[in-house]
Nanobody, 114 residues
Framework: QVQVVESGGGLVQPGGSLRLSCTAS???????MSWYRQAFGKNRELLAS??????HYENSVRGRFTISRDTAKRTVDLQMDNLKPGDSAVYYC??????????WGQGTLVNVSE
């Protein structure tokens, strides 16, 4: 079983920045890594992915969020800038293997508030 662990959530003021980090067990270099979020009462949404052919961003976060990967450290980060109250949510990291199985972390809470 692939273990996925997120860190870096917390409370931040509107307009501020936060950096989330994620690590996964197993053959990290083979995974497509993604970040999702789920706000209270809303569906879970994909934010960004990074794989073998580059990065993908959803329109809602393009230009404000940046996904990056350090294979040597086995981490994938999500740099979030110019945060808004609407970005408040539980953020999840996933690792998808070559067989298509997707493994989820427990999530980390981000609260954007004064």
């Amino acid at each position: 079983q692939v273990q996925v662990v997120e860190s870096g959530g917390g409370l931040v003021q509107p307009g501020g920045s936060l950096r989330l980090s994620c690590t996964a067990s197993g053959p990290f270099w083979t995974y497509v890594m993604s970040w999702y979020r789920q706000a209270f009462g809303k569906n879970r949404e994909l934010l960004a992915s990074i794989g073998h052919v580059g990065e993908h961003y959803e329109n809602s976060v393009r230009g404000r969020f940046t996904i990056s990967r350090d294979t040597a450290k086995r981490t994938v980060d999500l740099q979030m800038d110019n945060l808004k109250p609407g970005d408040s949510a539980v953020y999840y990291c996933t690792a998808r293997d070559d067989g298509g199985a997707e493994y989820w972390g427990q999530g980390t809470l981000v609260n954007v508030s004064e």
